[in-house]
């Protein structure tokens, strides 16, 4: 089982604040991903990453953004927080080799923007 | 577009019930199925069903993948309250790298 942390684990945040959600592993995946999950709804992913240096969108379409410094580091931001950006934002990482299809998840991030 | 439909929605039994969960899915190119158990915060694994590994097994907990009729379903027999949980139904398209798509899960709550 992968060790994949999110900080934090709680935000509640005024409108048009920088936010920074961390999010690492320690088991050396080379890939990551972030999901978007309002209640009681899908997971959606917004952004994942093949390696260092690389990012792409997902599917669902949001106004933050990622990037892939390090390995095992896998920040996203938004410059200016919405009400509409409140929601749970999971991490997930997976390796290239054995089973690739198996993501892991961290323990998530719920965001308020009031 | 691919899509994993999960059904029930939701559920409620009593501890010692057997329960059984079902996922459909259309996809164009099929490589595995997973299933996950959500429980307050993050999804964690349970079983990746293949063409190569279409039963799984874990305790009380077991699945099967028939891919004539696409689909899927998540067995657990004597259920207890630690059961209760979302479980989440995801396929991965193999022209897709391993990028997962979600079904909306199926809440089951198990009463004592």
């Known amino acids: 089982e992968a060790d994949i942390y999110q900080t934090p684990r709680y935000l509640v945040i005024g409108t048009g604040k920088k936010i920074t959600l961390e999010c690492s592993q320690t088991m050396g995946h080379d890939k990551m991903y972030w999901y978007q999950q309002d209640p009681g709804m899908e997971l959606h992913l917004i952004h994942y990453s093949y390696g260092v240096n690389s990012t792409e969108k997902g599917d669902l379409s949001s106004e933050s953004t990622v990037s892939r410094i390090r390995t095992e580091h896998f920040p996203l931001t938004l410059e200016s927080a919405r009400p509409s950006h409140t929601s749970q934002y999971l991490c997930?990482?997976?390796?290239?080799?054995?089973?690739?299809?198996?993501?892991?998840f961290g323990p998530g991030t719920r965001l308020t923007v009031l | 577009e691919d899509k994993v439909v999960q059904s029930p929605l939701s559920l409620v039994v009593h501890e010692g019930d057997t329960v059984t969960l079902n996922c459909s899915y259309e996809v164009t190119n099929f490589r595995s199925l997973l299933w996950y158990k959500q429980e307050k915060k993050a999804p964690t694994f349970l079983f990746m069903l293949?063409?190569?590994?279409i039963e799984k097994k874990s305790g009380r907990l077991s699945s099967i993948l028939d891919k004539k009729e696409l689909s899927s379903i998540l067995n657990i027999t004597a259920t207890q309250t630690g059961d209760s949980a979302i479980y989440l139904c995801?396929?991965?398209?193999?022209?897709?790298?391993?990028?997962?798509?979600f079904g909306g899960g199926t809440r089951l709550m198990v009463k004592p």
């Open positions: 995801a396929v991965v398209n193999n022209n897709a790298g391993n990028m997962l798509t």
């Open positions: 997930a990482s997976s390796s290239l080799i054995g089973a690739p299809d198996t993501q892991y």
């Open positions: 293949t063409s190569s590994g």
